[in-house]
């Protein structure tokens, strides 16, 4: 398959998407014209149904009262003046008499000839129509005799009936001469008002369909007009959501969209201006630790000076120092190293804050590393390596012996001894869990696991372990570490775009997995002063 036709494909399915997001029902401009179209529809239906029913009622009636009317006055006429007992050719003689009316039906008679006999009269001819024609109950009620009464007074009545034949309909009707002679039956064809009636059908069914075309339309239009302004405040949004604070929205009208419109730039310059704020005073608060920090190290360095004087003074076998302050004097030296870490780790931080940590990329063999930063700590006793050599990764070396510095020192602190480090190479997962390139020289990430055996971390730390001056127990707010040391550590894996987890494993104790890829692509330089290494991190203390 070519590049073309891949692009063309994947143009198609991303047009067909974005269609099938339009139309879907979850969409506000699909229910609107559905609703409008529902709402058509029902009204359209309603007023087709109504208007055909009235009006075939009033052209069923109007036709079938005049031929009743047409064919109750040829019987009084034209059968009445037969005698009562008629012939065959009078009967058919008076049959086509009465047939030439204006409504042009049928004409059946029926009579009994001087002789007894039933004979018939029939304006179609011998094979036209004839009893079998007419419904047997049309026969019955009209050969029965009624009781006359006051109500009552005649004994025969004009009765009929509607039928359908071969899809046709007719008229049927029959009545019997007053005073005795023939009986007559008539038969209509309603075809022509059936097809007036279909034409009426056809013409509300077009009608109903334009209608709810134009309902779709108006529904279309409507929620185009409706939509756009939300559609503008959608994106508007997402801009905001992006960083993009200036965004705002043109208003125009005084409907309640354009209200929200202008509560929406209302939100989004206050917003602005609450993020301008909290963006000078963190500003304010890096320069002032950045300030502080190089500020401190200038006395720093003359304390630092003199303690060393008195640590010296604490190992001279000859007593430089009275007993009786040699405790006070311990406790100076102590808390001045701790005090020059603090101030590298401030400084440490307050780079990652602006932004201007800088890799020094260097080809190095992990498990050499990783023996350097536990032989410079003298924790060789106390550090179980399973690692082995030929892992190579191009990385900052100094950045990740701070990183194993302060894994394995808050390891050793926290968990005690042995502390095991493990470290293996990953070809096909990729540091964010993609998968990478299988390349053992370029490819794959390095993972580091450093495990203690402690009571593990509490599961409700695990979330703050890497959280800056982090402190898991309150009743114990000052410690040996600055509760930098863990933090600093993930910024520096950040910044080789690796990772850093905590968890419990499963046999006891805790386990920071360090991942690494074995290819950092950046270059640049990194400030040198400070390792920006806590030994006795509280970062994730437990």
């Given at each position: 398959m070519t590049h073309e036709h891949q692009g063309g494909v994947r143009g198609w399915s991303a047009a067909r998407k974005g269609v099938w997001s339009r139309l879907r029902f979850t969409s506000l401009r699909l229910r609107l014209v559905v609703v409008f179209g529902m709402v058509a529809l029902t009204a359209a239906v309603s007023a087709s149904g109504i208007a055909y029913w009235l009006n075939r009622e009033s052209v069923l009636t109007r036709t079938q009262d005049a031929v009743l009317r047409d064919f109750e006055r040829e019987m009084k006429n034209r059968a009445g003046a037969l005698p009562e007992h008629p012939t065959q050719v009078e009967l058919q003689r008076a049959a086509g008499q009465m047939a030439t009316s204006s409504q042009r039906f049928t004409v059946l008679l029926v009579a009994r000839d001087p002789d007894g006999r039933t004979v018939y009269g029939s304006s179609g001819g011998l094979n036209g129509f004839s009893l079998r024609d007419v419904p047997v109950s049309l026969r019955d009620a009209v050969t029965e005799r009624q009781k006359v009464t006051?109500?009552?007074?005649?004994?025969?009545?004009?009765?009929?009936?509607?039928?359908?034949?071969d899809d046709t309909p007719y008229l049927v009707a029959g009545t019997r001469v007053i005073g005795g002679g023939p009986t007559g039956y008539m038969l209509k064809s309603l075809e022509s008002e059936a097809k007036d009636l279909n034409s009426l059908a056809w013409s509300l069914?077009?009608?109903?369909?334009?209608?709810?075309?134009?309902?779709?339309?108006?529904?279309?239009?409507?929620?185009t007009t409706v939509l756009k302004p939300v559609q503008r405040l959608g994106v508007a949004a997402r801009r905001l959501g992006e960083g993009r604070l200036d965004t705002r929205l043109r208003v125009?009208?005084?409907?309640?969209?354009?209200?929200?419109?202008?509560?929406?730039?209302?939100?989004?310059?206050?917003?602005?201006?609450?993020?301008?704020?909290?963006?000078?005073?963190?500003?304010?608060?890096?320069?002032?630790?950045?300030?502080?920090?190089?500020?401190?190290?200038?006395?720093?360095?003359?304390?630092?000076?003199?303690?060393?004087?008195?640590?010296?003074?604490?190992?001279?076998?000859?007593?430089?120092?009275?007993?009786?302050?040699?405790?006070?004097?311990?406790?100076?030296?102590?808390?001045?190293?701790?005090l020059n870490d603090l101030v590298e780790n401030l400084m440490e931080v307050t780079r990652f804050d602006a932004g201007t940590a800088r890799l020094v990329l260097d080809d190095v063999d992990v498990a050499d590393q990783i023996t350097a930063c536990i032989d410079a700590r003298a924790w060789l006793d106390a550090v179980d390596l399973d690692a082995e050599r030929g892992i190579h990764a191009r990385i900052d070396p100094r950045r990740l012996d701070v990183i194993l510095a302060n894994l394995i020192g808050n390891a050793l602190k926290h968990g005690g001894s042995p502390v095991?480090?493990?470290?293996?190479?990953?070809?096909?997962?990729?540091?964010?869990?993609?998968?990478?390139?299988?390349?053992?020289?370029?490819?794959?990430?390095?993972?580091?696991?450093?495990?203690?055996h402690g009571p593990g971390i509490p599961e409700e730390v695990l979330p703050h372990v890497f959280d800056r001056f982090y402190k898991a127990s309150a009743s114990r707010p000052r410690s040996e570490g600055s509760g930098l040391g863990l933090s600093i550590a993930l910024e520096n894996a950040h910044i080789h775009g690796g990772e850093i987890t905590a968890a419990n494993s499963p046999e006891g104790g805790a386990v920071f997995t360090l991942r690494l890829p074995r290819d950092v692509s950046a270059g640049g330089s990194s400030e040198r002063d400070g390792d920006a290494v806590d030994e006795g991190a509280e970062g994730g203390a437990r």
């Open positions: 006051s109500t009552n007074t005649y004994p025969h009545h004009l009765y009929w009936q509607r039928t359908v034949d069914g077009i009608a109903t369909t334009l209608a709810l075309i134009g309902s779709a339309l108006l529904a279309h239009a409507a929620a125009s009208g005084t409907d309640e969209l354009a209200d929200l419109s202008r509560t929406f730039n209302k939100a989004a310059e206050a917003l602005e201006k609450r993020v301008a704020d909290m963006a000078a005073r963190d500003e304010a608060s890096r320069r002032f630790v950045a300030d502080m920090s190089h500020e401190l190290r200038t006395p720093l360095t003359a304390i630092t000076a003199v303690t060393e004087v008195l640590e010296e003074e604490l190992e001279f076998e000859g007593g430089g120092i009275d007993p009786m302050i040699e405790p006070a004097v311990r406790l100076v030296v102590s808390e001045t190293r701790r095991r480090v493990a470290v293996r190479e990953s070809l096909t997962e990729g540091v964010d869990g993609a998968e990478g390139s299988g390349d053992p020289a370029h490819g794959g990430t390095v993972v580091i696991e450093v495990r203690d």
